[in-house]
């Protein structure tokens, strides 16, 4: 059965990167389209990007985020990455990964079950 797990999540200020990475087990990710999302203390969950399976040829990203994220995936690895660059405070928040339909405008919706997360927090 696929499990995914989520890491690379910290504490970074204003301005900052990190890396985000969602390491698959029990199956391979391969044929499967993949999305990152995250949740503030007090909001609802929100997409942040999705990549297509395969080669992940296409992608597509929250507008919030566009020009600053940029998802990618490494099948051999069986991982999907969610590199995060000028981080601001409202990007803090949990971020969880998860296998999605994704549609041709880019955007996605999640179906298999939520993992722990890994929470991001941006601040000075």
């Known amino acids: 059965q696929l499990q995914l797990a989520e890491f690379g999540g910290g504490s970074v200020q204003p301005g900052g990167s990190l890396t985000l990475s969602c390491a698959a087990s029990?199956?391979?990710?391969?044929?499967?389209?993949m999305g990152w999302f995250r949740q503030a203390p007090g909001k609802e969950r929100e997409g942040v990007s999705c990549i297509s399976s395969g080669r992940g040829d296409s992608t597509g990203y929250g507008d919030s985020v566009k020009g600053r994220f940029t998802t990618s995936r490494d099948n051999a690895k069986n991982t999907v990455y969610l590199q995060m660059n000028s981080l601001k405070p409202e990007d803090s928040g949990v971020y969880y990964c998860a296998l999605v339909t994704m549609r041709v405008e880019g955007t996605c919706t999640p179906y298999s079950d939520w993992g722990q997360g890994t929470e991001v927090t941006v601040s000075s």
């Open positions: 029990g199956e391979s990710l391969d044929y499967y389209a």
